[in-house]
């Protein structure tokens, strides 16, 4: 369980040859008792690990689309205790590794030991903390080590280069590479020098680089996926989870094989 499922999950992928794909959703949207068949649904359609975000009343980072997915959420009564009790409640039925992408307010208000020991009885692998800089990562890292449960970093485009590579070097489970500077949401193109970027990135990290932050069409995860080792995909998929348009959501899974296709031909 923790880090060791998401290192398996990730070497199983990329060792056929293929790219990761991990799908952002968050929890509570549409109602916590939908979160259980969509956990199956990404597992059944090849998602690589899934990530679950906890709804927040100032999510810094997020764009119009899981701002508004977090307001849903928050309506209809979502907390996260309410979230890693349904992921324990489920927990015996699923395979796919979770990841959690939190704000610090609410785990610190949950209580970081009473979070770790909950993750851990909830079969959470990894966290994300967007506002939680190196700096300060000692608030809670302890904790999540104690109880191995990966501290997944983030590093931006904008970034000093010494302060990425330290970032690559710590992370855990994989690093999660922001490709645009800004929000979350849907883009129609990356800013020149995303490639070697990633490329960079990924000569520095000991742990897979996934792109993530606008990746919102096929074409872009094939294209993306030619320089880390896959994408991850949130705005679209709450979208398309909206629309109920299953059948887009398979073409964006599925465009991890064809990028694996493009990278090695």
């Not at 199983?12 to 040859?17: A, D, I, P």
């Not at 309410?82 to 949950?110: D, F, T, W």
């Not at 931006?156 to 929000?183: D, M, N």
Request: proline content about 4%; some cysteine; charged content about 25%.
């Amino acid at each position: 369980m923790g880090k060791e499922k998401l290192n398996a999950a990730f070497k199983s992928v990329l060792e056929h040859g293929e790219k990761a794909f991990v799908p952002y959703i968050m929890a509570g949207d549409g109602g916590l008792d939908v979160l259980k068949d969509r956990i199956e649904f990404f597992e059944e359609n090849g998602a690589t690990v899934l990530e679950l975000g906890i709804p927040f009343s100032d999510p810094v980072a997020d764009g119009p689309t899981i701002q508004a997915a977090g307001i849903r959420a928050l309506r209809a009564g979502t907390t996260l205790s309410g979230v890693l009790n349904e992921l324990e409640a489920c927990k015996q039925k699923r395979h796919i590794p979770i990841v959690l992408m939190s704000y610090v307010n609410p785990i610190y208000a949950y209580g970081i030991k009473n979070f770790s020991e909950k993750c851990v009885s909830a079969g959470v692998d990894g966290v994300i903390i967007p506002d939680l800089p190196m700096e300060e990562e000692e608030l809670i890292t302890d904790e999540l080590t104690k109880h191995n449960i990966a501290l997944i970093r983030l590093a931006a485009l904008t970034s000093p280069k010494e302060r990425v590579l330290e970032i690559a070097e710590r992370t855990e489970g994989f690093l999660y590479a922001v490709t645009v500077t800004g929000i979350t949401g849907a883009r129609n193109s990356y800013r020149d020098g995303v490639g070697e970027y990633l490329k960079e990135l990924k000569s520095a990290s000991i742990t897979p680089v996934l792109a993530g932050f606008g990746v919102s069409t096929p074409e872009q995860v094939i294209e993306l996926s030619q320089y880390c080792d896959g994408v991850v995909v949130g705005s679209k998929i709450i979208e398309l989870l909206l629309l109920n348009d299953l059948i887009s959501i398979k073409k964006l899974i599925s465009a991890t094989k064809n990028a694996s296709i493009e990278t090695t031909s």
